[in-house]
């Protein structure tokens, strides 16, 4: 990917956003990807990644809250199943262009996004940490809604995807020759006889996240989706398993 001279990154900005961002610097650092190689005087690296961690973190409550306070009458299956939908990296690169801060990227000139499929998402998670940090949570919640979440139906579209990601995650570690297990924690038992199971994930015998859900098959699939995030962020997870 070309790396873009931002000659009015503010316009740029403001465009996206919706209103005139505080401190600029936030958002040109959510737009910078590692392979810029840029160093702070201090001999710090600059780059989106910090960011990333703090938008991930922030779009996955700010999601939850519009859909816990949106689809009142619709079950833990339903939200859960939006949430991921939404914000798995496929959405998020797809809004990302949508939105137009795909253009905005600075990176070395030799990426290219075809080949590198998670830059652009992750930028976007970046960019929700900058946002965060530039004008609150109540702004950034009304930015996610109006550019992100865009409306109701569009939610319901993304919830009906019924993804399942035991199935993914099993295709990904058979082309791997890797083994998949899942082994029950626990199963306890509120005082309304409903069960809350947890699970654990382990790929070549090693164990990677728990997943808890109303039923077996439920934490398989939220441990299963929590691994799938962790591959999905982490180019040396395949190398970190041993």
């Not at 809250?65 to 990296?89: M, P, W």
């Not at 990601?165 to 990904?172: G, Q, T, V």
């Not at 509120?190 to 164990?207: A, G, Y």
């Amino acid at each position: 990917m070309k790396k873009k001279n931002l000659q009015e990154p503010f316009l740029s900005f403001q465009k996206i956003l919706g209103f005139p961002p505080n401190d600029i610097e936030l958002y040109k650092l959510a737009v910078t990807h590692r392979s810029t190689q840029i160093k702070s005087s201090d001999g710090q690296w600059i780059n989106n990644e910090r960011l990333e961690f703090l938008g991930d973190a922030v779009l996955n409550l700010v999601v939850a809250d519009v859909l816990y306070h949106n689809f009142e009458k619709e079950d833990e299956g339903f939200l859960t199943n939006a949430r991921a939908n939404i914000v798995k990296r496929e959405s998020l690169n797809k809004i990302c262009r949508d939105i137009g801060l795909d253009r905005l990227m600075e990176a070395d000139e030799q990426l290219s996004l075809i080949s590198n499929t998670n830059i652009l998402g992750n930028a976007m998670e970046a960019f929700v940490g900058a946002v965060y940090l530039d004008v609150g949570y109540e702004k950034c919640t009304e930015f996610v809604k109006k550019r992100m979440l865009i409306t109701k139906e569009w939610i319901l579209n993304m919830a009906q995807e019924n993804e399942n990601f035991k199935s993914e995650l099993l295709e990904w570690c058979q082309q791997r020759y890797l083994s998949l297990d899942f082994v029950l924690l626990d199963d306890t038992v509120d005082k309304n006889n409903q069960h809350t199971f947890t699970s654990q994930v382990l790929i070549n015998e090693k164990p990677i996240c728990t997943g808890t859900g109303s039923s077996k098959k439920e934490s398989h699939q939220q441990a299963s989706y929590r691994v799938l995030k962790m591959i999905d962020k982490h180019d040396d997870f395949l190398k970190n398993l041993g």
